[in-house]
């Protein structure tokens, strides 16, 4: 399989404080009540090669993120694609994904190749990340000391401190 993206835009509020090119990938194996883009469930788009990635990113000049809503679908190819922007750009890379928690025989090569992470599926009852009920997580990831800090930077998403 390989990852098709349906549409891309650039945003200011999907990664804070970054001008962020966001990608969305279909294929999405998440069946969400409420989901803001059900379309994305289905196979549909084109598909996203290097070459495709490169000239998005050229297109978008003044980005300094590029966020993948979504990739579930493919993480061998989300990481080749992740892989190539880490190897020939100086951007950051964010990964929207459904899951609660990395997959764990990829876990540690997404670790090093990922700067933001958004986690967990939509729940409609408890809302967006802009909801201080929200059971999603957004982290920035960073090196310190050696070791991986996974900072979790949901409130910048809401009005309300959202207490961990």
């Not at 279909?26 to 989901?35: A, H, I, L, V, Y």
């Not at 409609?124 to 990340?129: A, D, I, S, V, Y």
């Given at each position: 399989m390989s990852?098709?993206?349906?549409?891309?835009?650039v945003t200011f509020s999907e990664v804070p404080e970054e001008v962020t090119l966001c990608i969305e990938l279909?294929?999405?194996?998440?069946?969400?009540?409420?989901?803001h883009s059900p379309y994305l469930r289905k196979d549909v788009g084109v598909y996203l090669t290097e070459k495709v990635l490169k000239e998005l990113i050229k297109q978008n000049k003044?980005?300094?993120?590029?966020?993948?809503m979504g990739g579930d679908s493919d993480i061998e190819n989300l990481i080749k694609l992740l892989a190539f922007i880490k190897e020939h750009t100086h951007l950051k890379v964010c990964w929207y994904t459904g899951r609660l928690n990395l997959p764990e025989d990829k876990a540690n090569t997404l670790l090093y190749l990922l700067d933001y992470v958004k986690f967990g599926p939509y729940i409609?009852?408890?809302?967006?990340?802009d909801k201080k009920t929200t059971n999603q997580r957004f982290y920035k990831l960073r090196m310190w000391k050696e070791q991986l800090?996974?900072?979790?930077?949901?409130?910048?998403?809401?009005?309300h401190e959202i207490k961990n």
């Open positions: 990852l098709k993206y349906f549409n891309t835009a279909s294929n999405c194996p998440f069946k969400c009540e409420g989901c003044g980005i300094t993120c590029v966020a993948f409609k009852e408890l809302g967006g990340l800090q996974f900072i979790d930077i949901t409130n910048k998403f809401s009005k």
